[in-house]
């Protein structure tokens, strides 16, 4: 955590835990930890406490839930199912923007139905990272009177599931989707068109991530371009976007303070977070990482950004 001792709010994340099998021009690895709630959960527990909600085969390795313990992360609400764990193989190109998916296996994930925890219920800070609209529903069914609640989401689910996805839209406080996403939901070509009606579907703040070219947020009174932090060696940009996530999350809960100014303060520590993840495969480099790391690079990106009129 940055600072132990600050008080702080927990945090939920509710995502799919996998294992991954990914080809980049810079390598190669094979069933290596991955999913959207394992990469925002351990970048958001440099923060605060996470309490973790998925669903794992019989065969997910134990060496995974234990990173996750070192991280302090809750694990009670995972859930251990007979069958295999999801599985997702894909490879880049020089375009380290773009993933191609070879095979996605939703094994036990095709049956998971969240049941959150009693003792999670009244979690303040939740963040439904990229599962099926009906499950993040579920959830907020589930949870009581939460502070702040962001959600992602994907192609897949707003080609498949379009009024699922604004439903829950309209029923979050933050919704956070990369660049072609928003173009697809909202049929515009301009991301600031598509932010503002992002913004017209009920969320306050409004997130479009843009990969190695930063992020936009559009909240009701404000504007903010935060650019990706420039590295010379990107080997596996994999749940770069989750870790983005989980670090803007985990350091809201943290600070337990959404003003915009703060939100402007969390972007720039989840592109941050996410510069690390890309450095190495799965989360390797991640995992690994510590908060000392993180300010340095954080006080970097000031210096960076920083002109004067």
């Not at 190669?28 to 973790?52: H, I, K, W």
């Not at 190695?212 to 932090?229: C, I």
């Not at 972007?267 to 799965?282: C, K, M, P, R, W």
């Amino acid at each position: 955590m940055l600072r132990p001792n600050a008080p702080h709010q927990p945090l939920m994340i509710v995502g799919s835990i996998g294992l991954d099998t990914i080809d980049t021009p810079f390598g190669t690895a094979e069933e290596v930890l991955g999913g959207a709630a394992c990469y925002s959960s351990v970048a958001a527990s440099l923060f605060s406490q996470v309490r973790m909600v998925g669903v794992i085969g019989d065969d997910f390795p134990e060496e995974h839930l234990a990173v996750f313990r070192t991280r302090n992360i809750d694990l009670a609400g995972i859930q251990r199912c007979a069958g295999p764990t999801f599985r997702w193989s894909g490879y880049y190109e020089y375009d380290m923007n773009q993933a191609h998916t070879l095979a996605t296996h939703l094994n036990v994930m095709a049956d998971f139905s969240p049941t959150i925890p009693e003792s999670y219920h009244q979690t303040p800070y939740v963040f439904l990272a990229n599962i099926d609209p009906d499950l993040q529903l579920s959830v907020l069914e589930q949870v009581r009177k939460p502070e702040f609640v962001m959600a992602d989401t994907m192609n897949f689910w707003i080609e498949g599931k379009r009024d699922r996805v604004l439903e829950v839209i309209s029923r979050v406080d933050a919704v956070t989707m990369n660049d072609a996403e928003a173009r697809q939901l909202c049929n515009t070509a301009s991301l600031v068109v598509a932010g503002r009606q992002l913004l017209g579907m009920g969320p306050r703040l409004v997130i479009i991530k843009k990969g190695e070219h930063g992020a936009l947020m559009f909240t009701r009174n404000d504007y903010f371009v935060a650019p990706s932090f420039p590295l010379e060696e990107v080997k596996d940009p994999t749940g770069a976007g989750d870790t983005f996530a989980g670090g803007v999350l985990g350091y809201l809960a943290f600070s337990d303070d959404s003003s915009d100014a703060n939100i402007r303060r969390a972007i720039v520590y989840g592109s941050v977070l996410a510069s690390y993840t890309v450095e190495d495969f799965s989360l390797r480099r991640l995992i690994d990482l510590e908060a000392g790391e993180v300010m340095l690079r954080y006080a970097e990106m000031q210096r960076m950004t920083l002109f004067t009129a």
